[in-house]
């Protein structure tokens, strides 16, 4: 082997040099870092640390990208699970809301017209859109007689039930009242004529 000539500076500069590089390649980190540089000048340097970390790192990585995807799913089928389970209970509150309008006596023209209220106002309780319903729909005033407000019972009274108006005077108080008019009224049951 031929000899090669090096002056001190330059030989200093590489002991120097080599220094570093075993100091750098004592270290883990270092090593793995110096090894990425001569792959980053040299594709087909051989790197035994980096190979080692890919070998290691791949199933890991494998891995943990399986694990995300796990969680992901586990956390999207629970927030089915609780949409469903929010979607039940308002169902049954619907449900429950429609059974006691019905109990309410409620008639299937009311129903369907608070169902319909529902949709176009966007109301989840049916109790809720009966209250608005019934606001906007009062039922109607109680039927009163023709006249002046009274029901009119001693108009209607002929003239030959004198007694019913007799009875009503005495506000029931009448004996011989009561007596005669229930003799006449069986008498009319079993067919015979009241005596008069």
Do not use: C, Y
């Amino acid at each position: 082997m031929p000899n090669v000539e090096v002056d001190e500076v330059e030989l200093a500069n590489l002991r120097r040099l080599s220094g570093v590089a075993a100091k750098i390649t004592a270290h883990p980190e270092g090593k793995k870092l110096l090894e990425k540089a001569h792959k980053l000048v040299d594709p087909n340097a051989i790197t035994p640390a980096l190979d080692q970390e890919k070998i290691i790192q791949e199933p890991i990585e494998k891995a943990l990208a399986r694990v995300g995807e796990l969680e992901k799913k586990l956390s999207e089928r629970d927030a089915e699970l609780e949409k469903e389970k929010k979607l039940a209970g308002l169902n049954a509150t619907v449900d429950k809301g429609f059974e006691r309008l019905r109990q309410e006596g409620w008639q299937a023209e009311g129903i369907e017209g608070v169902k319909k209220l529902m949709e176009e106002k966007g109301i989840l309780d049916p109790l809720d859109a009966a209250a608005i319903f019934e606001k906007q729909h009062p039922p109607p005033p109680p039927a009163t007689p023709s006249g002046h407000g009274s029901w009119g019972f001693m108009e209607a009274v002929a003239d030959g039930e004198k007694d019913l108006q007799a009875l009503i005077a005495s506000k029931g108080e009448s004996n011989s009242t009561i007596d005669k008019m229930a003799r006449e009224a069986l008498a009319d049951v079993r067919g015979q004529s009241p005596r008069r």
